[in-house]
């Protein structure tokens, strides 16, 4: 059985008739009869009821025209997916992260993906305020952490460890807290927006908030490890905003036994962007080069 013979029968079936069948794909009347009497014959059923008039459906007729349908739509989708891979990703990706996750893992890897891809365009907005990524016309942005209720598609890339820390010169003016709820008494430097923050940690086996205060708050990591590093309190930030003071001995970490184990990266983008291939490349390669950047 072939696929035109398939092809030729469903725009009969569809149009009722040869001629217009015919008509329908440039082909003679005569070449399209041929074609389902030689299907037929090739199955050894009647599919159609000819008359001069106009052309019925057999039982089996409907039964085969319906599976065929399905079979060519999927070689179809196939086909398409095929030509879109020898395509390859193209056009303008615009992507939103977080600065330091920026700085410290995408810029070389924006740089990696683009000569690995001549016709891909990248327009990176680094920045630590949350984007409205359909509002704003981004195609993607790189979140981390806990994400709020969304229609937006969200992509785990890697996991990362969270770490609170503070100066030797804070421990030895104001002592480590013990437990989370020792945070009360505590100046902790805050990493994010305007309303309430909240720290999880691992408290008897579940997963609690603690409200935290203190003298300074901002949208940038690094300014806050800053702050940290100058003894003006404690952070809790992701572990590569903090490795480098920690090596270094300019911070210590508090509250281990409390911190989750990780919290993770996502790739969030909205629902009408899901079938580009552009995007789907370049989020599973970040998944790929991620996950070998974290375990190095």
């Known amino acids: 059985m072939q696929l035109d013979d398939m ?24 070449f399209v009869s041929r074609r389902v009497m030689a299907l037929e014959e090739t199955l050894g059923v009647q599919l159609l009821i000819r008359n001069t008039r106009k052309l019925a459906v057999t039982d089996l007729g409907q039964e085969f025209y319906e599976r065929a349908k399905r079979i060519l739509g999927e070689v ?26 920026g700085m410290a893992h995408l810029s070389p890897l924006v740089a ?12 990176m907005e680094l920045s630590d305020r949350t984007v409205d990524v359909v509002g704003e016309g981004f195609d993607m942005a ?16 890697v996991d990362i460890r969270v770490v609170a820390c503070c100066s030797p010169g ?8 013990a437990v989370p709820a020792d945070l009360e008494r505590h100046a902790c430097l ?10 999880d940690f691992v408290v008897d086996g579940v997963t609690k908030g603690v409200d935290v205060h203190g003298p300074l ?16 309190g404690i952070v809790r930030l992701p572990d590569f905003i903090v490795a480098d003071a920690l090596r270094s001995g300019q911070l210590v970490p508090v509250l281990e036994d409390f911190l989750p184990t990780v919290t993770s990266v996502y790739a969030v ?7 580009s291939l552009t995007i789907r490349a370049f989020v599973e390669f970040l998944r790929e080069h991620l996950r070998k950047r974290m375990k190095a």
Do not use: C
Request: no cysteine; net charge positive.
């Open 142 to 157: 790189i979140r981390i952490g806990a994400l709020p209720d969304s229609t937006l598609i969200a992509q785990k890339l």
């Open 217 to 232: 708050r901002a949208n940038n990591g690094e300014l806050v490890r800053d702050a940290a590093v100058a003894g003006l």
């Open 7 to 30: 092809r030729i029968f469903v725009a009969t079936v569809d149009a009722r008739n040869f001629t217009a069948a015919a008509n329908r794909l440039s082909l003679s009347k005569q």
């Open 269 to 275: 983008y909205p629902q009408h962007r899901q079938s």
């Open 190 to 199: 805050l990493y994010g927006h305007g309303g309430a923050v909240s720290w």
């Open 112 to 123: 990696m993906f683009l000569r690995e891809h001549g016709d891909v365009r990248f327009e």
């Open 76 to 101: 179809e989708d196939a086909e398409q997916a095929m030509s879109l891979r020898r395509a390859g990703p193209r056009g303008l990706l615009r992507v939103s992260a977080p600065m330091s996750f």
């Open 170 to 177: 804070y421990v030895r003016r104001r002592g480590a807290p």
